[in-house]
């Protein structure tokens, strides 16, 4: 089976940083799209920042400028750089990819907290 473990989440003061990291493993046998969702108290989840296999990136409005995602292919991970942390970033974070085992499927991480205090 395929497992998605995120790190990197805790607590920062508005204007900080944090980095997370998200490592596959199990029965891959290839790795397409990754990406960080957020799902905060309140409110729907949403799609933070994605990262294509030829490296395309894409970001939600609210974090361009911020946020910086990454992957590191040969070792299945993707990162999100996160700067400049504001409160309304407060969230679980939940790492998602597009995984092949002996088929595609989406697989996803059981989320990491981010908490920003004002």
């Known amino acids: 089976q395929v497992q998605l473990v995120e790190s990197g989440g805790g607590l920062v003061q508005a204007g900080g940083s944090l980095r997370l990291s998200c490592a596959a493993s199990?029965?891959?046998?290839?790795?397409?799209?990754m990406g960080w969702y957020r799902q905060a108290p309140g409110k729907q989840r949403e799609l933070v920042a994605r990262?294509?296999?030829?490296?395309?990136?894409n970001y939600l409005d609210a974090v361009k400028g911020r946020f910086t995602i990454s992957r590191d292919t040969a070792k299945n991970t993707v990162y999100l750089q996160m700067d400049s942390l504001k409160p309304e970033d407060t969230a679980v974070y939940y790492c998602?990819?597009?995984?092949?085992?002996?088929?595609?499927?989406?697989?996803w991480g059981q989320g990491t907290q981010v908490t920003v205090s004002p």
């Open positions: 998602n990819a597009k995984v092949f085992t002996t088929y595609w499927g989406n697989f």
């Open positions: 199990g029965s891959i046998n290839g790795i397409d799209d």
């Open positions: 990262v294509t296999a030829p490296g395309f990136t």
